[in-house]
């Protein structure tokens, strides 16, 4: 049966590398894990084992690590940025790269003696970074994220008018725990043009916000080319920071409701940010049957159940926008 060759690409996955800054006596950590994937004019590899396209993946590695060293990683996206950008134009029979990273926080130990280089490993979420160039035309993809954002409501939430058949015994409640693990993805409007990396530093966003990060925004330019690079690292924290609002204030009627407020507030007040998108599993918490016991229960005690769980998930998207970020970039 005639057969013929469908997309591929190939790489090297999860590159750990940590670069230290030292300030004088001060240390500056990043901890990162890259993947790179490159696809291109690779038919000979596949048909006839001919390697005189392949790149190795062990030269990937080394890239990583040297330009770790010479570009400094100051954040995420930027060094997926300068990645991406070396692969594409180095080799002619490379035309596409695609950089994912996800950063682990570490938090400075304030310790007596001279220097600040302790750390400590900070438990909450991973930051996340996909960045994508085309050669042929030019085009830059950055999607930024998080994952394992652990957040919880132990009031203002209820869930109750719900569908029900002859397999429902789900009571309705009108006071419950609300929790989730946020795994969210969000793409820049930014798709390159000729801005190199070193214009970061020049934002857009929420220039004149004040530490809440409530103002700025408003819709940008609807093409993305003509905008300067976003300051990566400032718009991932008032990201974050609006996520994370919008589930504390948001009296839930549903997960659903309240996954909608969050991305709603992002596209409101990140003028940057297109397009978000959501995987939020229901972290049931339910109340423990203290009767036996002579007890009640006035929503003092939970049992929290890891599985089954519910899980939402959806995009929000400014209006005009066009959904490009793939349903499956954020399943749990």
């Known amino acids: 049966m005639p057969t013929t060759l469908g997309f591929n690409q190939y790489g090297k996955a999860e590159n750990r590398v940590v670069r230290i800054t030292r300030d004088g006596g001060t240390h500056h950590i990043k901890d990162l894990n ?25 030269t990937m590695k080394n890239t990583v690590h040297v330009f770790a060293k010479e570009h400094g990683t100051a954040s995420a996206e930027e060094f997926g940025i300068r990645l991406a950008r070396h692969f594409v134009t180095d080799r002619d029979a490379i035309h596409r790269a695609r950089v994912r990273i996800e950063e682990y926080a570490w938090e400075r130990i304030a310790a007596a003696g001279e220097g600040e ?7 909450q979420e991973t930051r996340l970074a996909q960045i994508t160039f085309d050669g042929a035309s030019g085009a830059w993809e950055v999607i930024s994220g998080l994952t394992d954002l652990t957040v919880l409501n132990s009031t203002g939430s209820e869930f109750r008018g719900f569908a029900r058949d002859a397999y429902t015994t789900l009571a309705e409640t009108c006071d419950r725990i609300l929790a989730t693990d946020v795994s969210a993805r969000w793409r820049h409007r930014w798709t ?20 809440d990060g409530g103002g700025g925004g408003g819709a940008g330019s609807p093409a993305g080319e003509g905008e300067a690079m976003p300051d990566w690292n400032e718009s991932y924290e ?10 504390a204030e948001t009296y839930s009627l549903s997960l659903q409701q309240t996954l909608y ?24 918490h339910f109340l423990v049957d203290l009767g036996p016991f002579g007890l009640k229960n006035d929503n003092e005690v939970y049992v929290a159940a890891d599985r089954p769980y519910g899980l939402i998930e959806a995009t ?3 209006d005009g926008a066009e959904q490009r970020i793939p349903p499956d970039l954020t399943s749990v």
């Open 261 to 284: 407020r969050m991305g709603a507030r992002v596209i409101e007040h990140r003028a940057e940010i297109d397009e978000i998108r959501f995987a939020l599993p229901n972290k049931h």
């Open 316 to 318: 929000v998207l400014r």
């Open 34 to 58: 890259v993947s790179v994937s490159l696809s291109g004019d690779m038919a000979d590899v596949h048909y006839s084992g001919s390697n005189a396209h392949v790149l190795p993946t062990d």
């Open 117 to 123: 280089h302790s750390f400590v490993r900070r438990g």
């Open 238 to 247: 008032q990201t974050k920071s609006h996520l994370l609002r919008a589930f």
């Open 192 to 211: 390159g043009g000729d801005a190199p990396p070193e214009a970061v530093g020049r934002t857009v966003g929420d220039r004149a916000a004040g530490a």
